[in-house]
């Protein structure tokens, strides 16, 4: 089947806007991850899911961001009153759980602010 | 606190050298490992994990608990293995270490 599936691909917004960015994890998956990837920056944590539930929201950066996932699948990031450091790749994953198994990545969705 | 460390942001070698590629972790407990890679213009994808104690793409990692270390070697580096390459811990989430560019020159 499809692996992790997020659109957009880019999106280029205007200081202030807010933007929401979407996350098809692999069918089955239980657990899903947000991360952000700034330039020459690591992978920064965001949140996970495990079902529908947020064990581990320590890494949002502000309350302008926020996620939720529905039905155990699709998940959503958004980011409010978006600021110019918002500017990254942010990435999804998703992990069928169990002991030493893998997070399948997105391809990311690059984020302008402009 | 889980961490993870690659202190080299970039690595240039030269074909057909050895490579590796260093990796420490913090981390009391067994250790879930893994390093993933991430070619130019493609999502990151897993390159191989501790536990399954396998060579691919000519790359193997030892875990050695003593030093808190999951190196990733390679005998004969390629063209082909320029890529961004990260480890990652795994405890109820994944911690990435900030990633190593390894440039492999003809």
């Known amino acids: 089947g499809a692996g992790v599936s997020q659109s957009p691909s880019n999106k280029v917004t205007e200081k202030g806007k807010d933007v929401e960015l979407r996350c098809d994890p692999i069918?089955?998956?239980?657990?899903l991850y947000w991360y952000r990837q700034s330039l020459g920056q690591g992978l920064e944590f965001l949140i996970y899911?495990?079902?529908?539930?947020?064990?581990?929201k320590s890494g949002l950066p502000s309350d302008r961001f926020s996620a939720e996932r529905t039905g155990g699948s699709v998940s959503t990031l958004t980011i409010q009153r978006t600021q110019q450091e918002d500017s990254a790749v942010y990435l999804c994953?998703?992990?069928?759980?169990?002991?030493?198994?893998?997070?399948?990545f997105g391809q990311g969705t690059r984020l302008t602010v402009v | 606190a889980q961490r993870v460390t690659q202190p080299e942001k970039l690595l240039s070698v030269f074909k057909g050298a050895p490579v590796e590629l260093k990796c420490n972790y913090s981390?009391?407990?067994?250790?879930?490992l893994f390093w993933y890679v991430q070619y130019s213009r493609q999502r990151l994808q897993l390159l191989l994990r501790?536990?399954s104690r396998e060579s691919i793409k000519g790359f193997t990692a030892d875990l050695n608990k003593g030093e808190t270390s999951f190196h990733l070697k390679k005998p004969f580096a390629q063209e082909e293995d320029s890529a961004m390459y990260y480890c990652?811990?795994?405890?109820?989430?994944?911690?990435f270490g900030s990633g190593t560019k390894l440039n492999v020159k003809p």
């Open positions: 994953a998703s992990r069928i759980g169990g002991a030493n198994t893998e997070a399948f």
């Open positions: 069918s089955g998956h239980t657990a």
């Open positions: 899911f495990q079902g529908n539930s947020a064990p581990d």
């Open positions: 981390y009391s407990g067994s250790p879930e």
């Open positions: 501790h536990i």
């Open positions: 990652a811990l795994y405890f109820n989430k994944f911690y």
